[in-house]
């Protein structure tokens, strides 16, 4: 089983769409847990992080269930800049080496 | 914004030359990390670093790869006898204390090297 696992795209959708990704680990012992983008060709950048809670910030809103070992990312009223490939990643009690997800694709469409 | 650089932002090397990918990190930060996402595939942990030593490195940072702080700004990593599986882009980041949800790490625009 793959240590971090997303649905692997593409999501093609138009503008103003709500959109959903989804994320499994497999690590009981992952401790933080976070959302990245990047565009082609660039760096990963960071776009929240994710807390048991769930949290959100604008149009952006993260899950996390610990039980489950799942985490979601739900992005409203989708926007033709939202276009990128999102990154789960988790991160391991008193680690700092990041397990990333392969990637979802995500293009938005006027 | 302070940001992290690296330099080349493109290498082009013959597989068994030794190529040496710098870094400058964000200036008040203390660790360091090297990734590598081969094209088309998910970003992949190499190193860390903290207080001038490695703290984790993965399967992939065998003995043909080194990371160096050889002054109070850069950070390099040097592979010794390049491989063409080591054709990848390099990411360096930094964050101001160890990992957690409240420190973020920056990531660099990445170096792309290129082993013929």
């Known amino acids: 089983r793959k240590e971090v696992e997303q649905d692997p795209g593409p999501f093609n959708v138009p503008e103003g769409a709500t959109v959903a990704f989804n994320c499994t680990y497999s690590?009981?012992?992952?401790?933080?847990f976070f959302w990245y983008r990047q565009d082609c060709r660039k760096e990963p950048k960071l776009l929240m992080s994710?807390?048991?809670s769930g949290n959100e910030d604008g149009r952006f809103t993260a899950q996390l269930n610990r039980a489950s070992q799942y985490i979601s990312l739900l992005i409203r009223d989708s926007k033709l800049s939202d276009s990128a490939t999102y990154l789960c990643?988790?991160?391991?009690?008193?680690?700092?080496?990041?397990?990333f997800g392969a990637g979802t694709r995500l293009t938005v469409k006027p | 914004e302070p940001e992290v650089t690296q330099t080349p932002s493109h290498q082009v090397t013959q597989m068994g030359q030794e190529v040496i990918l710098r870094c400058v990190p964000i200036?008040?930060?203390?660790?360091f990390y090297w990734y590598r996402q081969i094209l088309g595939q998910k970003v992949e942990f190499l190193v860390s670093?903290?207080?001038?030593?490695?703290?984790?490195k993965s399967e992939i940072f065998d003995d043909q790869f080194s990371v160096e702080r050889p002054d109070g700004s850069n950070f390099t990593l040097k592979i010794r006898s390049t491989k063409l599986e080591d054709s990848a882009m390099y990411f360096c980041?930094?964050?101001?204390?160890?990992?957690?949800?409240?420190?973020?790490?920056?990531f660099g625009p990445g170096t792309r090297l290129t082993v013929l």
């Open positions: 990643v988790v991160l391991l009690l008193n680690n700092n080496d990041m397990r």
């Open positions: 670093f903290y207080n001038n030593e490695i703290s984790e």
């Open positions: 980041a930094s964050s101001e204390a160890r990992g957690s949800s409240y420190n973020e790490q920056f």
């Open positions: 994710v807390y048991s």
């Open positions: 200036s008040n930060h203390l660790y």
């Open positions: 690590n009981s012992a992952s401790q933080s």
